[in-house]
T-cell receptor, first 112, second 111 residues
Framework: KAGVTQTPRYLIKTRGQQVTLSCSPISGHRSVSWYQQTPGQGLQFLFE???????NKGNFPGRFSGRQFSNSRSEMNVSTLELGDSALYLC???????????FGSGTRLTVV | DQQVKQNSPSLSVQEGRISILNCDYTNSMFDYFLWYKKYPAEGPTFLISISSIKDKNEDGRFTVFLNKSAKHLSLHIVPSQPGDSAVYFCAASNSGYALNFGKGTSLLVTP
């Protein structure tokens, strides 16, 4: 079966712009979570959606937001980009809990 | 506040020997622990997990040990192979909610 698909794979944006990243979970998976990976901080939890509702949120500023659609596909948006937002953004999906996470390959965002 | 810590950023091991990767956590509410392996430009891949009701779980060359009293877990890889060279992340969860990850340990297995 198809894995978790994230688009685009690479993105370059300018400071102050906004960006939207997309994640298509494994078919049947209703939980979608987003993580930010940076060299200094490892993987940090952004938020989790389950059946279109945000179930959990990490410690990130309000510039980071997300949503989940009825088909479980999810998007995350970052507004007013800062240089420090440059990172690999990973999406993970599971049937219900974090125990069964499958990760996508990520979107590499570079802010210049 | 980092609740899961991997204090060794890197580890180098000879092929055929044992690799031991360590992880410490601070939150006693964590009830499930996982190890992920990550290659550059790819997402993390699940390796092995352990529930807090167990102290050992084994899958082929990989064994995870959990010491709840010390809030410590370790991943043993025996024997180590060059293809095991990757970054290994320890993660912990409370009741199936968001995973808390360590910063990773980069393992290099040399021939």
């Amino acid at each position: 079966k198809a894995g978790v698909t994230q688009t685009p794979r690479y993105l370059i944006k300018t400071r102050g712009q906004q960006v939207t990243l997309s994640c298509s979970p494994i078919s049947g998976h209703r939980s979608v979570s987003w993580y930010q990976q940076t060299p200094g901080q490892g993987l940090q939890f952004l938020f989790e959606y389950f059946s279109e509702t945000q179930r959990n949120k990490g410690n990130f500023p309000g510039r980071f937001s997300g949503r989940q659609f009825s088909n479980s596909r999810s998007e995350m948006n970052v507004s007013t980009l800062e240089l420090g937002d440059s990172a690999l953004y990973l999406c993970a999906s599971s049937l219900r809990t974090s125990y069964g996470y499958t990760f996508g390959s990520g979107t590499r965002l570079t802010v210049v | 506040d980092q609740q899961v810590k991997q204090n060794s950023p890197s580890l180098s091991v000879q092929e055929g020997r044992i690799s031991i990767l360590n992880c410490d956590y601070t939150n006693s509410m964590f009830d499930y622990f996982l190890w992920y392996k990550k290659y550059p430009a790819e997402g993390p891949t699940f390796l092995i997990s352990i529930s807090s009701i167990k102290d050992k779980n084994e899958d082929g060359r990989f064994t995870v040990f959990l010491n709840k009293s010390a809030k410590h877990l370790s991943l043993h890889i025996v024997p180590s192979q060059p293809g095991d060279s990757a970054v290994y992340f320890c993660a912990a969860s409370n009741s199936g909610y968001a995973l808390n990850f360590g910063k990773g340990t980069s393992l290099l297995v040399t021939p």
